[in-house]
């Protein structure tokens, strides 16, 4: 008969065996760091127990647009012969490095770029959403896949300014009078999700001006419960996820008729497509190359999520920043009508030419770069550089996690000149600095950096680029309408605006009624 007592010994017994196998596993991995001939970073967490509460407080600090404070309160627990790299050990198998040092980007991303990479955790919590594309795959699989992307965005192909002009002409007209406040980060991502559906799929989901639209409600949840559930961590498994498969078969639901019609193509037709015109898109490209359904979902999607949010987030930072300088607002148009007018339609060559918009643009990409947050798994056993010379290298064992964040490297004071009349506190914004400083190799990567360096950056630019050309044409000056201390940095796989981005546009001789003075500025 089972009695109490034989419930108790058994488990007495499971608790001494996973001890025992827990002991013996850290052994293992102890073992390993000293034959790899490194040391390991200072510790935040070195058991289950004392880890549990770095998890917790990260996802609260996600869930509170805080998580910016919560990564660089990590490092206060660092050491000076390692200030800016710290790890949390959980388990024999769950060790995470959490770095905001360029040279371990580096080493990661370029010098080191084969003994790392997304790894199989990575690929299976983010394959409902993502699949085998470009941003999950490592190996044969990622090379495939960037060989499929990279002919749409040859210069060619970008130069091609026609769907951003429409784009960003139904934005203009979605604008209110002068004077009268709008959220324009609402209107942007609705803007770049037409464009990018445009570009993609030869057909825009008109969001700009259907703002319910099902398809972008369900991409913003995934997106917002995808972030939570990498966040987190070894407890991904306790997140919900009903909501989450719901807007995956949403996604799905969009994206098949338009894999299907192009399919249905035969493969003449789509090189006649490829050497005419303006009708041939990102769908018809890829799939001249492959009539795997799956392959052209996956890889859509993930250009689309590039496409439309990196752009978006990183217009409504622009317009969040001017609003809160005017001068600065001024010179940028004043050198916008100079080389374009007033009216006409830029081409490629005017948004190169106009050399602040492009400071602006990489001063709101240093402050603000579109993927905050990133990891890569350790392939191999391999190593990251000391900080200082004469130092070991941190040992990182097969399977360890490495998570980067560009913001808060490039958000490090110490990496920059001092501040002077000549160059402004790194934490201001200030397009002048780039007038005459160029940051050093590895402390600004706004598109990543080595072989996984975006394919789309060019495209990004010449979109946010005309974008703001066609804005400045039109609008003399702006207006913050928000309360500047109340917005915080919301990091899902893009950082935005968490309040979004409400301001005032004025056309040139319009009225000025009340001129209200921003909240807290």
Known sequence: MLTFAHLAVAGAVSLACAFAYYVLQRARHDLAIRK??????????????????????????????????????????????????????????????????????????????????????????????????????????????????????????????????????????????SGQTVDIMDLLYRMTLDVTT?????????????????????????????????TVGPFEALIPRGRYNQGIQVIDRFMMPYIEQALALPQDELEKLSNSDKHFTFLHS???????????????????????DTTAATLSWALYELSRYPDKYARLRSEVVGAVGRARAPTYADLKAVTYLRHALAET?????????????????????????????????????????ALAMQRRGDLYPPASDKFADPALFSPERWEGWTP???????FNGGPRICVGQNFAMTEMAYCMVRILQKYERLEYRGDWYAQQHEAEVVGKPSQGVHIALYEEGAKVVGNPEPPGV
């Not at 000076?80 to 580096?106: A, G, N, Q, S, W």
């Open 36 to 177: 790899i001939g490194g040391v390991r970073a200072p510790m935040l967490a070195s058991n289950p127990l004392t880890a549990i509460s770095w998890f917790y407080s990260t996802a609260r600090a996600q869930m509170r647009n805080q998580l910016l404070e919560q990564y660089t309160s990590f490092f206060d627990l660092a050491t000076p012969e390692c200030p800016d790299c710290v790890e949390i050990y959980f388990m024999p198998r769950e060790r995470y490095i959490l770095t905001r040092d360029p040279e371990h980007i580096k080493a990661v991303l370029t010098t080191q770029f084969s003994d790392f990479g997304k790894g199989p955790r990575f690929h299976d919590l983010w394959r409902p959403f993502l699949g085998d594309s470009i941003f999950t795959t490592d190996g044969q699989l990622w090379h495939d896949s960037r060989s499929l992307i990279r002919p749409m965005f040859v210069k060619d192909r970008i130069s091609d300014l026609a769907t951003f002009e429409k784009g960003v002409s139904t934005l203009l007209d979605k604008l209110p009078p």
């Open 198 to 230: 445009e570009f993609l799929l030869g057909a825009s989901v008109d969001s700009l001006s259907n703002p319910q639209s099902e398809f972008a409600t369900a991409f913003n949840d995934v997106q917002r419960i995808q972030m939570m559930l990498t």
């Open 286 to 308: 890829i799939a001249r190359y492959t009539r795997n359904r799956q392959v052209l979902r996956d890889q859509i999607i993930a250009v689309l999520l590039a496409g439309r």
């Open 365 to 405: 990409l240093r402050l603000y770069p579109a993927v905050p947050y990133n990891l890569r798994s350790a392939l191999e056993d391999t190593t990251l550089p000391p900080a200082k010379a004469g130092q070991p290298p941190i040992a990182v064992v097969k399977g360890d996690i490495v998570v980067y964040s």
């Open 440 to 446: 050093r190799p590895w402390q600004y990567v706004p």
